[in-house]
């Protein structure tokens, strides 16, 4: 029954034209997001990582940041169109895909920023490269069904694996098939290493540091910026890596790279991200 709301607002949003469900979806996201109890978990976390700022800043944040969440759902079954429209998505700094190539293996380094759901296929429509994607599993199989519908437009050149052990293997496979991976690193990973993440020590997972290393592969950080309603600019950042077998560097210290990376675009714009999670060990002790 947790579905049905879902899939209601999906098929509102899919019948209407790609700007006004956008923009639904963000009035209903202000809107509703504000009233929510993890409302105060994002809060609180703005407040300590970005501490000494007014009070109509962190509402004002707080209050685009469901708004951008809210457009992201309302966009969801108009992902093809965005992808397909130049007027609508911008390639920023594209050049830096040229370091991936198709008998290579290597890597896309992501975060829930902007919309990032538009990012993996945007890149394989315009690549043609197979990418392999770990996500966080939705605990609804409903919802996580309608989910992987919208994600479908590369006609098979995206593959999605959930984390844990069986996405860790799939990735193995797919780097020794010379093809490449992509993940989102800014969640809280329990079984991860303590890396600061914008200050402050978070548990992080390694698992990208340790592949990049294993199979000296380059990481190209890559985010989806919403410019203006339902415009973007898709931006792509120089690569991370190769690192040879004589240069002395550890996966935590690597971890931490893609945390500063991460952490500077969030700086850049806050309410271009997710805040309501447990990120840092502080979020628990929320009062």
């Known amino acids: 029954m947790a579905a049905v709301p879902v899939y209601v607002l999906y098929g509102l949003f899919k019948i209407l034209p790609l700007d006004v469900a956008s923009w639904l979806g963000g009035f209903l996201g202000k809107s509703i997001g504000k009233r929510l109890l993890v409302n105060k978990r994002a809060l609180y976390n703005m407040q300590h990582i970005l501490p000494g700022k007014t009070e109509k800043f962190y509402k004002a944040t707080l209050e685009s940041m469901w708004e951008n969440l809210g457009r992201n759902m ?10 397909k429209d130049e007027n609508r998505l911008k390639l920023k700094n594209f050049f830096h895909v040229q370091g991936l190539e198709k008998d290579k293996a290597g890597f896309f380094l992501g975060a829930h920023y902007g919309n990032w759901e538009i990012s993996a296929p945007s890149i394989a429509r315009n690549t043609g490269l197979h990418l392999n994607l770990v996500y966080r599993k939705i605990n609804n199989p409903y919802v996580e069904r309608l989910i992987f519908k919208c994600r479908d437009q590369t006609e098979g050149l995206i593959n999605y694996y959930p984390k844990g052990s069986l996405g860790a293997k799939a990735c193995i496979k797919a780097l020794k098939n010379k093809e490449i991976v992509g993940m989102l690193l800014d969640q809280k990973f329990n079984d991860g290493i303590l890396v600061p993440f914008m200050g402050k020590p978070a548990m992080t997972a390694p698992a990208l540091a340790q592949l990049a290393l294993k199979f000296k592969a380059p ?69």
């Open 219 to 287: 990481v190209i950080p890559v985010r989806c910026m919403r410019e203006k309603g339902a415009y973007f600019t898709l931006e792509f950042f120089p690569p991370v890596g190769p690192y040879k077998k004589d240069e002395d560097i550890t996966v935590k210290e690597l971890t931490e790279q893609f945390n500063t990376i991460i952490g500077s675009w969030i700086y850049e714009c806050p309410e271009m991200w997710f805040w309501v999670h447990s990120r840092w060990p502080f979020s628990k002790k929320m009062k």
């Open 74 to 83: 309302g966009e969801l079954p108009h992902l093809k169109k965005i992808i």
